[in-house]
């Protein structure tokens, strides 16, 4: 094996580990800081609680989009196969069938809106 083969996999390893115990000291040294100034245990669960809130369109929104970039890359690569046509236009054809399904997903979401609204 060349050196390449080994440094690649331990330079990945060494990235990875190092962000992870940057982000476990910045995290320590947050908390307490916290606790220094002194934040109860409520306030900061306070800061740390976040409400989620779900969008009921988001489901249509990734659909639409999943749908229409696989009927995009089918339909490259019939073209391809059948007449031959570049395999650089199945790029163009998933970003044209995504600009569709957003378009598609607007006007569904914002009649949603009006509904809702009236």
């Known amino acids: 094996m060349g050196a390449e083969e080994v440094l ?4 990945m390893f060494l990235s990875v580990g190092a962000v992870f115990i940057i982000w476990i000291v910045t995290r320590h040294r947050e908390r307490i800081t916290m606790i220094e100034k002194g934040l109860t245990s409520d306030e900061i669960k306070a800061m740390y609680h ?12 990734w659909g639409l989009l999943f749908l229409l970039a696989g ?29 569709i399904g ?4 607007y006007s569904i ?8 609204q009236q």
Do not use: M, W, Y
Not at 8 to 11: L, N, Q, R
Not at 50 to 61: F, G, H, I, N
């Open 71 to 99: 009927v995009a890359i089918l339909l490259g690569n019939f073209l391809h196969v059948q007449f031959k046509v570049e395999e650089g236009a199945i790029i163009g054809l998933v970003c044209l069938f995504v600009g």
């Open 102 to 105: 957003l378009v598609i997903f």
């Open 8 to 11: 690649i996999p331990i330079t």
């Open 50 to 61: 976040r409400e989620v809130r779900r969008d009921p369109l988001a489901s249509l929104k």
């Open 109 to 116: 979401a914002s009649k949603k809106l009006n509904q809702s």
